[in-house]
Structures are given as structure tokens and as C-alpha cells.
């Protein structure tokens, strides 16, 4: 039982200081993770929205894939926000061919999926294990999720407009993903959902 777990925060690009203020807010610790060895200790792992192929370089040439990879692979609880869910999923359509993820989650996720016209946009989603009513989701050209392999829990789709019944909250045992960003609307349940389960 850890009452105050410690959260690293991949902070290469995006908005890593909005995350560590939520999950501060919840009673977690955090460190902001930019090489291999600010991993050490930490019990759960943020991946933050940005720009994902840009993540995604950084962590290459700062030698820290390998060991995002390991450390998901070998059990460590993570939740990505729309970059972050593009680099947890095993598959990306609509990405250049040689992006590279840190996967886990047994997912294909669409990149920019929304399309031009909603670009943007907010919506009500109701999320499994979130009570108290709907989320209020913020989508920045965000991806959704295609296709989910067996072992992963549909959490929360679109409901409504163009983008009815696609899937934005998924779940692969202590790996969570969302095409939006609850870090920017000041509800913090989606991060008291994943701080509690580290404690
Ligand atoms: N708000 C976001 O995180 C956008 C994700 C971005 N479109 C990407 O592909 O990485």
C-alpha cells in the first residue's frame, strides 16, 4: 500500500505540467522523466498529450524507448492522454511509417482520427469505473481507438455526432488510455481512477 505513489511523468514535449498538477492534486508524487534512470522507483507512468511522433523521437534519441518499453512490458501501471494513448498502442494507421510506439496496449489507434472538420471539440462521455456522471471530454486532434484485442476493456466511447460510438477510454489491465485530455478541464477523476490504482 503505497498512500503517496510516485508517478513519472514523460516529459519530453506536451502538456506535462498541467498532468503533474492534477496528479499532485490527487496526493501522488511525480518526477519528471527525460532518461532512463528517472524511472527508477517510480510505481506508475504519465504519458501526456502533444505531439506524438515528436515524443516519440526524443525518447529515441535519449535512449529511453527501450526501457519505457520494459517498464510497460513488465507491469508498470500507465495512462496516456491522446499522445500518450497513441504510444501505448501496439498499432497506429494514419502514422508516419516509421513511428515508433512503446505499445502495451493491445489496441490499433487512429492518429487525427476526428478529421479537419472537428478538429477539436468537446462532448459528454460517459466512463466505465467514473461515477458521478459523464466526463466533459476535450478532443485536440485526437485519435481514437479502431480496434481493441481481447484482453482490453472498452471504458468510454463518443456518444453523438460524426464520431458516434467510437471508442475514447480504453483499459489493458494497469494501462489506461484517452483520446482527451483530462488534465485540461479540471475534473480529476480520470487521475484519481489511475492514482488509486497504485495505492
Ligand atoms: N492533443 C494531442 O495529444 C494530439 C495528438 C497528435 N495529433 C499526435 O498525433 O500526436
Known amino acids: 500500500m503505497v498512500s503517496a505513489p510516485l508517478v513519472g511523468v514523460l516529459a519530453l514535449q506536451g502538456d506535462v505540467r498541467e498532468h503533474r498538477a492534477v496528479l499532485e492534486q490527487q496526493g501522488a508524487r511525480t518526477v519528471a522523466v527525460r532518461r532512463p534512470e528517472e524511472l527508477a522507483g517510480v510505481d506508475g507512468l504519465v504519458l501526456p498529450g502533444g505531439e506524438s511522433t ?74 466505465a469505473g467514473l461515477p458521478g456522471g459523464p466526463v466533459h471530454a476535450v478532443f485536440i486532434r485526437a485519435p481514437w481507438v479502431e480496434e481493441t484485442g481481447p484482453g482490453v476493456q472498452v471504458l468510454g466511447r463518443v456518444s453523438g455526432g460524426p464520431a458516434d460510438g467510437r471508442i475514447v477510454a480504453v483499459r489493458q489491465g494497469d494501462v489506461v488510455a484517452t483520446s482527451f485530455h483530462p488534465e485540461l478541464t479540471g475534473d480529476t477523476r480520470m487521475h484519481r481512477f489511475f492514482v488509486d490504482l497504485l495505492r
Open 54 to 127: 515528436t515524443i516519440a523521437k526524443l525518447a529515441d534519441r535519449w535512449g529511453l524507448l527501450g526501457p519505457l518499453r520494459a517498464a510497460v512490458r513488465g507491469g508498470l501501471p500507465a495512462y496516456g492522454s491522446c499522445a500518450g494513448m497513441i504510444l501505448l498502442a501496439n498499432r497506429l494507421l494514419d502514422a508516419p511509417a516509421d513511428q515508433q510506439t512503446i505499445g502495451g496496449l493491445d489496441v490499433v489507434v487512429r492518429r487525427n482520427a476526428f478529421g479537419r472538420q472537428v478538429d477539436s471539440f468537446e462532448s459528454e462521455v460517459e466512463v
